[in-house]
């Protein structure tokens, strides 16, 4: 299972990126909220949505869950 986080500042379309663990575009960790281990990124991004409404998969690390 892959380590996965949320950006907890929103992005400039308003949403939260979530990151897979050594992703090249990982905010400081001092902005990051800890989803756990997940074995893909839907299951990330349905952990995060229990936080913040507007989640999006970051287009480098979670190509499969970016949708904007």
Request: a negative charge.
């Amino acid at each position: 299972m892959a380590q996965y986080y949320v950006n907890q500042n929103q992005q400039t379309g308003g949403e939260h990126e979530v990151h897979v663990e050594g992703c090249k575009f990982m905010p400081f960790e001092k902005n990051l909220l800890d989803l756990g281990g997940h074995k893909d990124c839907a299951s990330a991004l349905q952990e995060a949505k229990n936080t913040y409404d507007n989640v999006n998969g970051c287009n480098t690390c979670c190509p499969d869950c970016h949708t904007s």
